[in-house]
């Protein structure tokens, strides 16, 4: 059970949140680290006193470091020392909460030293998996899963004795605000359509992923290195009301399933607890006030990005990263009003056909695809 916390993206909403249930449970902080949001990260540190704070933002830290000066909370800028902050002595859990490849250096070194890493930065698995999971057996530390999703999967496959006795890890996914449309129709959706997650409460990159279904590709990704399965042993339903978090089905035909309320409380604090559970103050689920629990079939040609993400998966090596990495500038361009939504899957097949893809990759092959990919995006 972890008794201190870094916490990577502390003013981002998984970020946040984790910060009430370590308030909740009375955890220490050791680390705090932002991009830019001073004010935010500033309550933060004056409410929970951690010994680090890190905005990677460098004009940010500096007004931080005024901020705070009348604090203990030593302030340091820039990415590198999103790594001081991952390996904080006194933390004996990181919790990995940014957004995008900048997770994957500092949750390599606190796998380095040996802390459990309640993930929740899944680029990381998707750019570098085989890397990050060999470190994570090689140094022995524990990788507990925060998305909704995969601490669903974690949480059903804890009896099984024998991983081949898995025959199907099948994901849920809200299916968005777009669920129901034909391509022409999602193609007209603006920022605003895109932003009205129907269940979840999430930053901005996220939700719009949720709304291209990359979201749900990349968790597939994710889910094939978690728990080293090929594709065809992962699979995608959409389920709106978002009550069953996902499944695995058994080679005898049991479909075991984690179900609760949508509040990703719940994951960050079995990540915190794990392999016990602790009391939660929050609601319990009510069956009987649910609504019928619906399953339906992804549509991959309204969704392309499901279905790129399922190709990437495919071919392995340095495919996934060239897509996360496209798909993150992507991404980004859209929140920026200069492209339409059905560029966002244009720009990332684009990337990926002009990107040729290394097997086996070291870490820096893995940094070099990603650059070209986002140098593929912006070059139109």
């Known amino acids: 059970m972890s008794k201190t916390i870094s916490i990577l993206g502390s003013t981002g909403s998984i970020g946040r949140q984790t910060l009430d249930v370590a308030e909740q449970m009375g955890l220490r902080v050791a680390a705090l680290t932002a991009n830019a949001s001073v004010e935010r990260m500033e309550a933060q540190c004056r409410q929970f006193r951690p010994r680090l704070a890190v905005m990677t933002d460098e004009s940010a830290a500096k007004d931080l470091a005024v901020r705070l000066a009348d604090t203990e909370t030593n302030v340091l800028g820039g990415f590198g020392a999103l790594e001081e902050a991952a390996t904080a002595p006194e933390a004996d859990t990181v919790v990995t909460a940014v957004v995008g490849m900048v997770g994957l250096k500092p949750t390599l070194a606190a796998i380095r030293e040996k802390k459990r890493i309640a993930l929740a930065n899944k680029e990381t698995l998707v750019c570098a998996g085989g890397l990050v999971m060999d470190a994570a057996d090689r140094y022995g530390a524990e990788i507990v899963p925060v998305d909704s999703e995969h601490s669903a999967i974690f949480q059903c496959v804890q009896g099984c004795g024998d991983r081949r006795e898995i025959k199907r890890l099948i994901l849920t996914c809200s299916g968005g605000p777009f669920y129901g449309m034909t391509y022409d129709e999602v193609g007209k959706m603006t ?37 080293r399965l090929p594709l065809e042993q992962v699979s995608v339903v959409i389920h709106r009301q978002s009550i069953v978090h996902s499944l695995v089905e058994y080679r005898d035909g049991a479909v075991l399933a984690q179900l609760g309320t949508p509040d990703m409380r719940l994951p960050i604090r079995y990540a915190m607890t794990y392999p016990s559970r602790g009391v939660n103050p929050a609601e319990p689920l ?85 650059a070209a990919a986002r140098r593929s995006v912006l070059g139109g």
């Open 191 to 227: 920022k605003a359509d895109a932003l009205r997650h129907p269940n979840w409460k999430m930053g901005p990159k996220i939700t719009v992923d949720c709304a291209t279904l990359m979201n749900k590709g990349l968790e597939v990704i994710e889910a094939m290195r978690l728990y």
């Open 286 to 370: 009510d069956l009987l006030s649910c609504p019928p629990l619906t399953f339906a079939a992804p549509d991959r040609e309204a969704f392309p990005c499901l279905r790129l993400a399922e190709e990437a998966a495919t071919e392995g090596g340095t495919a996934c990263a060239i897509l996360n990495g496209a798909n993150e500038e992507a991404v980004g361009l859209f929140l920026a009003d200069r492209i339409g939504f059905h560029d966002i899957p244009r720009l990332v097949a684009k990337a990926r056909a002009e990107v040729p893809a290394v097997q086996d990759p070291s870490l820096e092959e893995i940094l070099a695809a990603d």
